[in-house]
């Protein structure tokens, strides 16, 4: 075993050890393919009012503008299926992703023990950390390294552990040994278009975020556009609809991170809690979650546009 075998099976044992699902490795280069797909989606304004998404074109396709001298791209996953439902199937409900404490914080704490693993294991090397919290193409990078591919509702799919998957990254001047890309196992299933409840997975890999119902609860500052009214499926925060239809996700298995169990009583919540919710309550149930973006306002908006 050579130094770069050595030091890329060193760094997938350890975020393993760590809790990660899987890691992969690619060659951190310019997404040549990525380019024109990028351009034509913001194109067509299916980034909504998401500006930022403009912003920053060329960092988004060359990790070497993020992390000069760049030489891989490590992706991993980090499973946040829950193995608990909501009590009562007709109260509003929450993506899964969004049951216990913000996966931001958790996620990064566990980057940094990876990354000051292999400086003392490997020796001092530059790089940055990312979680969905800077312009990197997560998705791509993940099926580059071969944990799974971009499926039909632009989600990365993987045929092992489903799609309730966290994506990041470690952008490293290491040279490691790249994984072979993986195969794209969606075929002729149509279950996540079809069962998008705003339609907003225009064609196969394309999403109109503008119409998606995450970005409608969690992006849009505004009011919600009323054309959208009795289209949500009582979903006040996230949408998993295309997951929960996906085949792939019969292979999702409960995670196991305590921090990510449900907090208070959001889980035994009923349509009447929902809608007499406090700010009290709310800052009860998520004090440390993600559902913390929509601030108190944004989540009654989203309610009562749900429920009234």
């Known amino acids: 075993m050579n130094e770069k075998e050595k030091n890329t099976k060193l760094i997938k044992d350890e975020a393993l050890r760590l809790g990660f699902s899987m890691i992969g490795i690619s060659k951190a280069e310019f997404l040549e393919k990525d380019a024109p797909d990028l351009e034509k989606w913001l194109k067509n304004g299916f980034h909504g009012n998401m500006q930022y998404m403009e912003n920053n074109f060329d960092k988004r396709l060359d990790p070497t503008l993020l992390v000069p001298g760049a030489k891989s791209v490590i992706s991993l996953l980090y499973n946040y299926y829950p193995d608990k439902k909501q009590l009562f199937s007709d109260a509003p409900k929450i993506s899964k992703y969004a049951y ?21 294991e490997i020796g001092e090397i530059d790089g940055r950390v990312f979680t969905d919290s800077a312009p990197v193409m997560e998705r791509s990078w993940a099926s580059k390294s071969g944990l799974g591919w971009i499926g039909n509702n632009s989600l990365l799919i993987t045929n092992k552990v489903g799609s309730f998957q966290f994506l990041s990254e470690l952008i490293i001047d290491l040279n490691l040994i790249a994984d072979t890309p993986a195969t794209d196992y969606c075929g002729s299933c149509t279950a996540c278009i079809d069962a998008c409840p705003t339609n907003a997975i225009v064609s196969p890999k394309v999403v109109n975020g503008s119409k998606c119902i995450s970005y409608l609860t969690i ?20 949408c998993d609809a295309c997951q929960d239809v996906c085949p792939w996700n019969k292979f999702a298995k409960p995670h196991n991170e305590l921090l990510f169990q449900p907090q208070g009583n959001l889980m035994n919540m009923s349509r009447k809690d929902w809608t007499e919710i406090t700010e009290e309550v709310y800052r009860e149930v998520f004090k440390k979650s993600p559902v913390k973006r929509t601030k108190f306002l944004g989540l009654k908006r989203n309610i009562d546009f749900v429920i009234e």
Do not use: T, V
């Open 100 to 120: 216990g404490h913000d996966y931001h914080d958790i996620i990064k704490k566990k980057l940094r023990e990876l990354m000051n693993f292999i400086s003392e």
């Open 219 to 238: 992006e849009l500052k505004e009011e919600i556009p009323i054309q959208f009214k009795g289209m949500f499926d009582d979903w006040i925060f996230g």
